[in-house]
């Protein structure tokens, strides 16, 4: 097909330098290909990009925001481009929009409870400095040493702390945003209680760069809980029995900080994989720590664990041991991965429904024949099984696509969320009607439309 176009790319690029020239730009070379595939490139580029810029200050992001306006060009906001489901990666002919080099914590203030950061402060790098004086950053993603606050606010990551201290969105107390027109924004504020106007804060968290670009977040901070922590495992003869005793615990008063499931296939893919024999692949692992209430609340925990026949179980306060226990749950990726490609579902159900949703799972498994390693955060209902298969297949075979559909209808059958924690990217934008309704639907493009009336914000992404 002829087109007549107004513009070359060398006419864009050049007007783009121009507009952010404090900005890193790459133009087709090996940054913009890597970036553009959510750091999955090899040979082919994915998303065939006009540029990746990396943007150093909110001059240069008013700059591409221009740009893209001038020339119709889509805008993809990344920062530590570790996102899951395509909600990051390049599309073509467009402009990443990279905030990895506004990487400052600008203030960390403990009388008020609070620090200011910039979108690409890394999560553990802000939580390592509040610790220095006596507070810690709560939201804890498994991604914590890779993701930042940007995108963990854009995506409202949950992570392994949620059970407790809540999911990104009860940490953000404050905003500054660029629209796509360049209005900068201050949202919120350094104040826990605000009930002034539309909570337009909260809307943005989650808003997965289709409404504007976070430049700035105020979150709140804590004090570290006093005395020693307590990190143990348990295990029960299946997931549905570790349902059950994650219920018990919850509804203790004890509040555990952290409550994980690993079920019993990929306990024996972490024996293999880090050369371990801890229940030789029969039994399912809870891992859980108490980060307050002393003895009182060990004792609590150890009662309620065996009355729920749960065997082998292992507590410590040292935290060496602790971090090796912890470690399991960070290598369960790499366990299972290893060997195969791999759908990693992230679905929550409502606590009470979670003993059926983890049945149901394994049923599926066994009727379709799909290998399903299932784990997440149970504490919290959310739930992560990943279907795997061989590698020689680089695509997911009818069987796997068919078993994930179950699972996701199941979800909403239970009355959950087909995204506890990962964002919705592309890879369930068409299921916005499924889960929200048709009324509701219409609204979520209402305000896309309103906040971006060219749609050059992240297109397609949350919502199609």
Not at 84 to 111: E, Q
Request: aromatic share 6%.
């Amino acid at each position: 097909m002829l087109v007549f176009y107004e513009y070359t790319k060398d006419e864009m690029i050049t007007y783009l330098k121009k507009q952010a020239p404090h900005a890193q730009i790459h133009v087709q070379d090996e940054v913009s290909h890597q970036h553009a595939a959510n750091c999955r490139a090899t040979n082919e580029m994915e998303g065939n990009l006009l540029a990746y810029v990396a943007v150093s200050d909110t001059d240069d992001i008013k700059g591409v925001l221009k740009t893209a306006r001038k020339f119709h060009l889509p805008v993809i906001p990344q920062s530590g481009d570790t996102s899951t489901v395509i909600g990051a990666d390049g599309i073509d002919g467009g402009i990443i929009l990279s905030t990895v080099k506004l990487n400052h914590i600008k203030k960390i203030s403990p009388d008020d409870g609070i620090a200011v950061v910039e979108p690409g402060v890394v999560n553990g790098d802000l939580d390592k400095a509040a610790r220095k004086q006596g507070l810690f950053y709560a939201p804890d993603p498994v991604s914590r040493p890779l993701s930042t606050i940007g995108g963990n606010v854009a995506t409202n990551a949950g992570g392994m702390s949620t059970v407790k201290y809540g999911a990104t969105k009860d940490a953000v107390l404050g905003l500054k945003v660029i629209l796509a027109d360049g209005r900068e924004l201050t949202l919120g504020g350094q104040t826990y209680k605000q009930a002034f106007g539309y909570d337009l804060t909260q809307l943005f968290v989650g808003s997965e760069g289709t409404l504007g670009i976070i430049t700035e977040i105020t979150v709140r901070l804590l004090p570290i809980p006093v005395g020693n922590s307590v990190t143990g495992i348990a295990f029960f003869k299946d997931m549905v029995a570790l349902s059950v005793a994650v219920k018990d615990l919850r509804m203790s008063g004890i509040a555990p900080v952290m409550l994980e499931a690993l079920d019993s296939k990929t306990v024996a893919a972490l024996d293999k994989y880090e050369n371990k024999h801890y229940t030789n692949g029969t039994s399912a692992m809870l891992i859980f720590k108490l980060d307050a209430g002393g003895q009182e609340s060990l004792q609590i925990a150890k009662e309620t664990l065996t009355s729920d026949h749960a065997t082998n179980i292992e507590i410590t306060t040292d935290s060496q041991k602790a971090d090796d226990l912890l470690k399991l749950r960070q290598d369960m990726l790499p366990a299972i991965f290893i060997n195969n490609n791999h759908i990693m579902e992230d679905m929550a159900v409502p606590l009470s429904k979670l003993a059926e949703m983890m049945n149901y799972i394994s049923k599926v498994s066994d009727e379709l024949n799909v290998e399903i390693y299932t784990a997440g955060h149970a504490g919290d209902g959310n739930v992560h099984p990943s279907l795997v298969w061989s590698k020689d297949e680089p695509n997911p075979p009818k069987k796997v696509i068919e078993a994930t559909r179950l699972l996701l209808k199941k979800t909403l059958a239970l009355g959950g969320t087909i995204s506890g924690e990962h964002a919705v990217g592309m890879l369930k934008n068409q299921w916005t009607n499924a889960e929200l309704g048709f009324d509701v639907d219409e609204l979520q493009h209402a305000v896309k439309h309103l906040f971006d009336p060219m749609g050059i914000l992240n297109p397609k992404r949350k919502i199609n």
